[in-house]
């Protein structure tokens, strides 16, 4: 495989952006997102 700086930069920025998504998640962020996507339980 060749060592394109084009596709290196591309890579880098995905991994920041999954660290970034896996750092939301970490904090509770997507939970209320979540539970948003659940229908309401009614009594």
């Not at 495989?1 to 896996?22: D, L, W």
């Amino acid at each position: 495989a060749t060592n394109k700086p084009g596709v290196y930069k591309m890579s880098k920025e995905i991994e920041n952006h999954v660290k970034y998504i896996v750092n939301q998640i970490e904090q509770g962020f997507s939970d209320d997102e979540l539970n948003c996507d659940d229908e309401p339980m009614t009594a």
